[in-house]
């Protein structure tokens, strides 16, 4: 069974910068997507950055030229660098791993940004 184990969330002020990880473990899929859905109060979830195997990358309009998605296939890892920080990108984070049958989930983690 795959898990995911994700870190890097905290409290920032505005304009500061967090790097959140996302660590599979399990089966290796031969494809797959990975990223970060978001999700705040009262708010409907949102897909913030997800990255194929093959390297291709999307982001939500919200955070493009913000935050830099990026794997690293020796550690299994998925990175989201995330900067210039806004109180709206205050949400809990959670790492997804997409393959052709399944959606595999994070455990979350929580993103503060203070003004």
């Known amino acids: 069974q795959v898990q995911l184990v994700e870190s890097g969330g905290g409290l920032v002020q505005a304009g500061g910068s967090l790097r959140l990880s996302c660590a599979h473990s399990?089966?290796?899929?031969?494809?797959?997507?990975m990223g970060w859905y978001r999700q705040a109060p009262g708010k409907q979830r949102e897909k913030v950055a997800g990255?194929?195997?093959?390297?291709?990358?999307n982001y939500a309009d919200s955070v493009k030229g913000r935050f830099t998605i990026s794997r690293d296939n020796a550690k299994n890892t998925v990175y989201l660098q995330m900067n210039s920080l806004k109180p709206e990108d205050t949400a809990v984070y959670y790492c997804?791993?997409?393959?052709?049958?399944?959606?595999?989930w994070g455990q979350g983690t929580q993103v503060t940004v203070s003004s």
């Open positions: 997804y791993m997409q393959t052709t049958t399944r959606i595999y």
């Open positions: 399990g089966s290796i899929f031969s494809s797959n997507v």
């Open positions: 990255i194929t195997t093959g390297g291709t990358i």
